[in-house]
């Protein structure tokens, strides 16, 4: 008999089954008592009437792993229609001590710092499993988002010789005798690849050695990018992502389903347009309705960012809003700049429920454009010359965007602390487990 998901009970009530996981919980009764099973997908409810199988039971801890085989039967009060009755019990392996919070109660009920320093066991609870689940859907329709747009996934290295802003914020590396870095993204090949490809994108961890202690920023996370030639300018970029998260979400509520029920999760709604406003419009709406004066503020804060989210809320009636022209300053030297008004670049970001959750815009394709940036910044040619030289041989029109699965996920969940979406984050502090 081959082992089932307790998932699949449902379409085998009346048959032999066979299960493997966890002891979640077990709960005796006057009557009846109730092993529930936990396994990689979600949880099984084991009927136990004989005794010497109860008394066994009774005396293993919670954690223990176990294989249970009997039969599927349809009743409706069981979780999911269907319990095991008649069972045969086998005992994996059993737990030196017990885990350090109850994983059978409906959320942890404990502080961060406890939850991650026990992520190996904290993780298993139901509702954190969910999250990753929630994340792994959201990128398998990135994935087919852009697969069937003849987008091709590429792998690209993540010890650069450079650093892809142009920065000080990268995490030195001692390679053989020769300073590296961790990468900041993969910026620079994907726009190279453009001319291989056309097409890219990647999922990939990307490094920021930025000393920051607050909710929203991470070290190292999973960055989805992608990078497509021949573009009208930046819109293009973006009416490709916007059809990109409406795919992410579709593909979500199919291979995530019970996660998403557990989350109680609501997805919000993706127009076929999401609404946009320029940079410096936006600055005029914030100051009219703020009092503030942000003449010569090359960027939004992060009060801002929740401001215009109400705004478009309010306005639109849209979760997401795309602010576009960003001043020069505040963006990378191989951003293009805004016909007519060089001060502003064809770059945009997308503010999801007040927040900041993708950056993009339209790049600089002409090599004379490149060195003639660099040197309006007072960088280098010398460690850009790899990828410069993409640009010497021809290049089109082109851009790109990046964002993190770990703060898309933690908008859509309404998490207020990001290290709550990664697996095992690193922060400021931490570099374990």
């Known amino acids: 008999m081959a082992r089932i998901w307790s998932t699949d009970l449902a379409e085998h009530a009346g048959q032999q089954v066979e299960l493997a996981g966890w002891l979640h919980r077990f709960r005796q009764l006057s009557r009846v008592s109730f092993l529930i099973l936990r396994d990689g997908k979600g949880l099984a409810q084991i009927v136990i009437e004989e005794p010497a199988l109860l008394e066994q039971l009774a005396a293993l801890p919670n954690e223990t792993v176990l294989r249970v085989s009997g039969t599927a039967v349809a009743v409706a009060q069981a979780p999911g229609g269907v319990e095991v009755h008649d069972p045969v019990v086998e005992v994996i392996s059993v737990p030196t001590e017990p885990p350090p919070f109850e994983l059978h109660r409906p959320t942890l009920g404990v502080q961060l710092p406890t939850l991650l320093d026990n992520a190996a066991v904290a993780l298993r609870h139901p509702r954190q499993r969910a999250i990753f689940r929630l994340a792994a859907a959201s990128v398998a329709g990135y994935r087919a988002a852009l697969q069937t747009q003849d987008f091709v996934e590429i792998f690209t290295p993540k010890i650069v010789a450079s650093a892809t802003e142009g920065g000080a914020n990268v995490f030195p590396v001692d390679y053989f005798g020769q300073t590296a870095y961790l990468a900041q993204s993969p910026q620079f090949y994907k726009q190279m690849l453009v001319g291989v490809y056309e097409r890219v994108f990647e999922v990939g961890p990307v490094f920021r050695a930025e000393p920051h202690a607050t909710p929203r920023h991470l070290n190292q996370y999973t960055s989805l990018d992608f990078e497509m030639g021949f573009v009208r300018d930046h819109t293009t970029v973006m009416e490709t992502l916007t059809g990109v998260l409406r795919q992410m979400v579709e593909t979500a509520r199919e291979e995530a389903a019970e996660s998403i029920a557990l989350l109680n999760l609501t997805f919000p709604e993706i127009p076929a347009s999401i609404p946009s406003i320029h940079f410096d419009d936006a600055q005029r709406l914030i100051e009219r309705a703020t009092g503030e004066d942000l003449t010569g503020e090359p960027d939004l804060a992060p009060a801002h960012e929740r401001w215009l989210g109400e705004w478009a809320q309010r306005e639109h009636g849209s979760d997401f809003l795309y602010v576009t022209g960003y001043p020069t300053v505040k963006r990378p030297f191989y951003t293009y700049l805004e016909p007519g008004r060089p001060e502003f670049t064809n770059s945009f970001d997308l503010i999801f429920r007040g927040l900041e959750l993708v950056t993009g815009g339209q790049r600089l394709h002409q090599y004379e454009d490149y060195v003639a940036a660099l040197d309006a910044r007072g960088l280098p040619h010398g460690p850009f010359e790899g990828y410069l ?22 908008r859509l969940l309404g998490i207020q602390n990001i290290r709550e979406t990664i697996l095992f984050p ?6 374990t487990p």
């Open 389 to 410: 030289a993409a640009f010497r041989h021809g290049m089109p029109p082109h851009g790109g965007c990046a964002m993190s699965i770990e703060r898309w996920v933690a």
């Open 426 to 431: 690193r922060d400021l502090t931490r570099l």
